[in-house]
């Protein structure tokens, strides 16, 4: 999976980006060079970031202009064992909170954040769901 960022200038050695800090220190990025982010989320699944202008670059005219979308580009639903520890270091690095951590009708806590055109919601099981591991 590859998620496109806005292309805004990211300074590297003072202050991570928000791809960097968000998902550490349980995910460090296992490709951090510049234009490419990439964080190994499991034995068979990465998780790739790339500039507009990179993917724009790599794939031609066979996609459609990045920089030219309009609306939510993505959503990223990590179920994590600390879903407000995640949301705090998404805002930190800059993201907008779209809404705080709160219980869900499906059975997840959520909160919801908005980096570079994207949402990345953060989730994990309600403590009253927990006990619901059975059929009713």
């Not at 951090?32 to 499991?42: A, H, I, K, N, Q």
């Not at 670059?57 to 520890?85: C, H, K, T």
Request: hydrophobic letters at 40%; charged letters at 25%.
């Amino acid at each position: 999976m590859f998620l496109t960022a806005r292309d805004k200038p990211i300074d590297r050695q003072s202050r991570p980006g928000p791809q960097r800090g968000v998902l550490r220190p349980h995910c460090a990025p296992s490709l951090d060079v510049p234009g490419m982010t990439e964080f190994r989320l499991s034995a068979a699944c990465v998780l790739g970031l790339m500039p507009e202008a990179g993917i724009k670059r790599l794939l031609g005219s066979r996609l459609p202009d990045p920089a030219q979308a309009a609306g939510i580009r993505a959503e990223l639903y990590l179920r994590v064992a600390n879903a407000l520890e995640y949301h705090r270091r998404a805002l930190e690095a800059g993201a907008i909170e779209l809404s705080e951590p709160r219980d869900r009708d499906w059975g997840d806590r959520v909160a919801y954040a908005g980096p570079d055109g994207h949402v990345l919601a953060f989730a994990e099981k309600q403590v009253a769901n927990l006990a619901d591991t059975g059929p009713e």
